[in-house]
């Protein structure tokens, strides 16, 4: 299992535990208080005891998807300065060593990546990513926002449509309700915390990979699809593309600047694996030190917070 796919299980199980579970025994308690003759006498006005009385706990909600992001954020970010210093050890076994990437005093960025400094420190655990960029930040929550919506409102919808099938339509007083509520979660639910997480974290990878190359001097990156057969005939069809770091790649008919935008459809973002590779080449110009998520100083809680997740 990689990283991110246990980090997946965990921001889902986090959403079920800790937002999901608790919700559903606050409703079970609620129902259970309830007598048939308290029900108001429309399903619309039953809709508005139900917000009032048993609420998602939204704030809750959104202090998960906001520890996640950030845990995603970092580990997507070291990711990338990861496939950076590859690419460059790569560019240096090609033979073109005496290229210059980027000239600090008379040694270039393949002659100091030979003698294990700058980039090669990220690779042997010298450098963590720790996204402390506000504007970044901002932005991770603003688009996911756009994609994803407020699921503690569809989760209130749905709720409400099981109970006022069961309770105005087929007439089961709130206490037969209440007894059966672990049987109505589960398939009204199902798979909820995942596609959340799934979602979440694609945006989240795609918007900082992005921000990493482009903070840290890469010039071109590469569509990269993993080619079997569960991937979709667009994404395969874009596996390869080449671009600029303001171009976007062509995928399915849309423009998407990367693997998870989220100004692409749903439909291109939803359950994709893809990748985004940086080019390094003779032309490009990385930093001497690289861009690890902001220019705070790193305290030792702080790089405590951010270690990779194993």
């Not at 420190?121 to 996911?144: H, M, S, Y």
């Not at 209130?156 to 069961?166: A, G, N, P, Q, T």
Request: with cysteine; glycine share 8%; net charge negative.
């Amino acid at each position: 299992m990689t990283a991110a796919q246990s980090l997946e299980r965990q921001f889902a199980s986090a959403i079920q535990k800790r937002v999901i579970d608790p919700w559903r025994r606050q409703v079970r308690q609620w129902l259970e208080g309830l007598v048939a003759q308290e029900l108001p006498v429309s399903p619309d006005m039953f809709r508005q005891l139900l917000e009032r009385e048993v609420p998602v706990d939204r704030a809750l909600y959104y202090a998960v998807i906001d520890e996640f992001r950030l845990k995603t954020a970092n580990l997507a970010g070291q990711a990338a300065l990861d496939k950076i210093v590859a690419t460059t050890r790569r560019f240096v076994r090609t033979g073109e060593a005496e290229a210059r990437v980027e000239e600090v005093g008379k040694r270039t960025l393949a002659e100091r990546l030979q003698a294990g400094e700058e980039w090669n420190a990220v690779a042997t655990g010298g450098t963590i990513f720790n996204l402390r960029d506000p504007a970044l930040l901002r932005e991770l929550k603003q688009r996911g926002a756009g994609i994803t919506g407020d699921p503690t409102t569809t989760m209130m919808d749905e709720l409400h449509s099981v109970l006022e099938r069961k309770m105005y339509r087929e007439g089961q007083g709130p206490a037969v309700v209440a007894a059966d509520l672990d049987g109505v979660f589960p398939p009204t639910y199902a798979g909820r915390a995942e596609n959340i997480a799934r979602t979440e974290m694609r945006i989240a990878q795609g918007i900082v990979t992005h921000a990493t190359y482009e903070k840290n001097g890469v010039d071109q990156r590469q569509w990269f699809a993993l080619l079997d057969g569960n991937t979709r005939e667009e994404h395969a069809a874009a596996h390869g593309q080449v671009r600029g770091m303001d171009k976007p790649f062509e995928v399915g008919g849309e423009a998407m600047m990367h693997p998870g935008d989220p100004s692409a459809s749903v439909e291109n973002i939803a359950r994709c694996r893809c990748d985004e590779l940086p080019v390094i080449d003779g032309e490009s110009s990385l930093p001497a030190q690289p861009w690890v998520g902001g220019y705070q100083p790193l305290t030792a809680e702080a790089r405590a917070n951010a270690a990779p997740i194993a």
